[in-house]
């Protein structure tokens, strides 16, 4: 199984990556509760051999953005990636905004938060339903040109969507809700796959979902000594050659869970068994 992938062609990065959601606070709203243990766990990334962050500037807001930069700045070999099109109001909500002008705006100050002079991939989170959508790809295109990012991609987006972008822009990643027990994004993996775009599934453990598989999941866990939440990353891994997993955590010793799991090389009859389960 391979075990890099390169963004955009030409950043090379370990597969299994860190989504930066959850070192913020209840509802992705301020502070983390324990910023200290946060800070530890975002400083062990680069001792475990991870070198893809995904945050946005809507994780706390700001806060996820500036907990890095304190914790790893300068990244070295790490690629933050970042994403913009959402704004919040409060615990839990999120809202899109699409405006260029703010899209703009938006790459701009997270590029000096993350104290960088160019974001090596920056994502539009949602495409705004309230703006039409080329006004948008066109935004990205100019923060391409003016070199503020290097490499765009886009999140929760069908195939539609992704080829309509990529008249506008050259699509590095993209980023769908995907796990083992929630694959309707099934079409736009595959597509990714033929395309060679960096697929990020969020929320790739599905949390309580995976008791859907729970016998399977537990019987397969044994006999790598491995938890149910590993062989389900060790899963998406083995899925397909682009798929880019950012399990998030603000514990350390979690981090070091899941990071253990793309050691697991599933057989083709654990892999064949998981993919049967949950259909």
Not at 124 to 147: C, N, S, T
Not at 235 to 262: E, F, Y
Request: hydrophobic share 40%; aromatic share 6%; net charge neutral.
């Amino acid at each position: 199984m391979t075990t890099t992938f390169k963004i955009g062609g030409e950043i090379e990065i370990n597969r299994l990556g860190y989504g930066a959601m959850r070192i913020t606070g209840r509802g992705i709203w301020g502070d983390p509760a324990d910023r200290a243990e946060a800070i530890r766990t975002l400083k062990a990334l680069p001792e475990l051999g991870v070198d893809f962050i995904d945050t946005a500037d809507s994780y706390g807001p700001n806060v996820s953005e500036e907990l890095i930069r304190e914790a790893l700045h300068p990244y070295g070999k790490i690629l933050v990636a970042t994403k913009g099109g959402l704004t919040r109001t409060g615990p839990d909500r999120w809202t899109p905004v699409g405006r260029p002008e703010y899209l703009i705006q938006q790459a701009h100050t997270s590029r000096r938060r993350l104290g960088v002079e160019q974001i090596g991939l920056w994502q539009l989170h949602r495409i705004d339903p309230k703006v039409p959508r080329d006004e948008q790809f066109g935004a990205i295109r100019q923060l391409l040109d003016e070199g503020v990012i290097r490499h765009a991609g886009l999140s929760e987006v069908s195939v539609a969507e992704i080829k309509a972008a990529s008249k506008v822009f050259k699509v590095a990643s993209v980023q769908n809700r995907y796990n083992l027990v929630d694959r309707g994004s099934e079409d736009v993996l595959d597509y990714c796959t033929q395309q060679g775009i960096g697929f990020i599934p969020w929320f790739p453990l599905g949390a309580g979902e995976l008791t859907q598989t729970a016998k399977l999941l537990d019987s397969i866990a044994a006999a790598h000594q491995a938890t149910p939440g590993q062989i389900a990353l060790a899963w998406l891994l083995k899925r397909s050659p682009v798929m880019l997993p950012i399990p998030g955590t603000s514990k350390v010793a979690h981090l070091r869970q899941n990071v253990d799991a793309a050691r697991i090389e599933l057989s083709d009859r654990e892999f064949t068994a998981l993919s049967g389960s949950a259909k």
